[in-house]
C-alpha cells in the first residue's frame, strides 16, 4: 500500500534530478530534506513546485508537478 509521507511546495529553485548527493528540500511539513538515492539525470527548472514524496513498499519516491518522471529518495 502507497502511503503520502509529505505533501507540498519544494523549496527554491527546482532544477530536476542530478545524482546520489541532490537534496530536495520542502518549504515545510515534517521530514523537509530528502536526499536523491539512485542516479538519474532530468534537467527541468520549475522554481518552488509542488511536490511528493510516496511511500512505497519499502521505498520512498519524489513525484514533481509537471514532470512525468519521479527519482527514488531517502530522509536527509
Known amino acids: 500500500m502507497n ?3 509529505i505533501d507540498g511546495q519544494l523549496k527554491g529553485s527546482f532544477r530536476g534530478f542530478k545524482n546520489r548527493d ?3 528540500e520542502f518549504s515545510s ?5 530528502w536526499k536523491q538515492t539512485e542516479y538519474k539525470y532530468l ?3 520549475a522554481y ?3 511536490a511528493k514524496v ?3 513498499g519499502s ?3 519524489l513525484y514533481v508537478e509537471g514532470l512525468s518522471d519521479s527519482v527514488e529518495v531517502r530522509p536527509a
Request: charged share 25%; aromatic share 18%; glycine share 8%.
Open 54 to 56: 510516496v511511500q512505497e
Open 48 to 50: 518552488m513546485p509542488r
Open 3 to 5: 502511503m503520502i509521507v
Open 29 to 33: 511539513g515534517g521530514k523537509k530534506k
Open 59 to 61: 521505498r520512498y519516491v
Open 22 to 24: 541532490t537534496i530536495f
Open 43 to 45: 534537467y527541468h527548472y
